[in-house]
């Protein structure tokens, strides 16, 4: 079955960028969707279709996808920004989707 | 206001049985495919099941396959998990989602409720 890989976790300083990855085979071809997950809060949708913002979501938010990676990049980190994040895809061989493990984004 | 609220969780032996409800409001309920996604303690997301809008299709994880059926009601608007032969591993939130607008499958879960607890312990 398709496996998304991440990083356990990442962390950055107030203001800088975060850069959370998310690999699979040929997962360019995929459409990517990207949710956070803040302490004892429900999954939240933070970018679909592998760059796409929902309303409300910051600009801070963007994403890309090409090849064996897909990226979600957070600018100028804020405090609230401190969540895991998980990438998720839809896998048409198995008709199963597939979350990878999550990143947990720590802000110093 | 789109709002997904889950119910029915709670204690359940090894072995036992369970079922969990999501009640729908917002949103042209019949019109979305809707899924089950758990999460154990500490763990990170799990993919339960999917079921399209008219129940013409439906999709399991390998780890429930065969012992959870998933079902829904467009009348009432409600989404059900029926959790059979649990195991401890089963312990878990269970969040319901909405899919896709009909159609594709490749499309996001927005939004999530805000999960119900299943702890299954002797």
């Known amino acids: 079955s398709y496996v998304l890989s991440q990083p356990p976790s990442v962390s950055v300083a107030p203001g800088k960028t975060a850069t959370i990855t998310c690999g699979g085979t040929?997962?360019?071809?995929?459409?990517v969707h990207w949710y956070q997950q803040r302490p004892g809060q429900a999954p939240k949708l933070v970018i679909y279709y592998d760059s796409s913002r929902p309303s409300g979501i910051p600009e801070r938010f963007s994403g890309s996808n090409s090849g064996h990676t897909a990226t979600l990049t957070i600018s100028r980190v804020e405090a609230g920004d401190e969540a895991d994040y998980y990438c998720?895809?839809?896998?048409?061989?198995?008709?199963?989707?597939?979350f990878g493990i999550g990143t947990k984004v720590t802000v110093l | 206001e789109v709002r997904l609220v889950e119910s029915g969780g709670g204690l359940v032996k090894p072995g036992g049985s369970l079922r969990i409800s999501c009640a729908a409001s917002g949103f042209t309920f019949s019109s979305y495919h809707m899924n089950w996604v758990r999460q154990a303690p500490g763990k990170g997301l799990e993919w339960v099941s999917s079921i399209s809008s008219g129940s013409n299709y439906i999709y399991y994880g390998d780890s429930v396959k065969g012992r959870f059926s998933i079902s829904r009601d467009n009348v009432k608007n409600s989404l059900f998990l029926q959790m059979d032969s649990l195991t401890v591993e089963d312990t878990a939130v269970y969040y319901c989602?909405?899919?896709?607008?009909?159609?594709?499958?490749?499309?996001?879960?927005?939004?999530w409720g805000q999960g119900t607890l299943v702890t299954v312990s002797s």
């Open positions: 998720q895809v839809w896998d048409n061989d198995s008709n199963h989707y597939v």
């Open positions: 989602a909405r899919g896709p607008n009909g159609g594709s499958w490749n499309d996001w879960f927005d939004p």
């Open positions: 040929n997962i360019g071809v995929k459409s």
